[in-house]
């Protein structure tokens, strides 16, 4: 059983910046696809961004595409979540998913995928 917790959530002003964290202890994140999910009050969980297992790959919706930022720290154990220029609309809660190996694109955004979830961080961008 992998347990991931995330941190890092806050209230920020639009235009703002925040990063996430997930990171777990004893099992190597580095062997597991991870993925950034988020829920919006009212909506569906929608895939932000994921990151492959050690053989590389980083994708990102299209939303958030070069505001956001996915990198892997194999030395802390831990996958962070880079949040730039935030907007009123990337409100939510903010989960980590953890999938064993190598996931391919299209699976990194959908949600059935992954079997470890954290129990999410909240993200607020407002005035």
């Known amino acids: 059983q992998v347990q991931l917790v995330e941190s890092g959530g806050g209230l920020v002003q639009p235009g703002g910046s925040l990063r996430l964290s997930c990171s777990t202890s004893?099992?190597?994140?580095?062997?597991?696809?991870i993925g950034w999910f988020r829920q919006a009050p009212g909506k569906e969980r929608e895939g932000v961004s994921c990151?492959?297992?050690?053989?590389?790959?980083?994708f990102y919706a299209g939303s958030v595409k070069g505001r956001f930022t996915i990198s892997r720290d194999t030395a802390t154990n831990t996958v962070h979540l880079e949040m730039k220029y935030l907007k009123p609309e990337d409100t939510g809660i903010y989960y980590c998913?953890?999938?064993?190996?190598?996931?391919?694109?299209?699976?990194?955004?959908?949600?059935?995928?992954?079997?470890?979830w954290g129990k999410g961080t909240l993200v607020t961008v407002s005035d």
């Open positions: 998913a953890g999938a064993p190996g190598h996931l391919i694109m299209s699976a990194c955004f959908e949600a059935e995928n992954f079997p470890y």
């Open positions: 004893g099992t190597p994140l580095e062997n597991y696809s």
């Open positions: 990151t492959r297992d050690r053989y590389g790959g980083k």
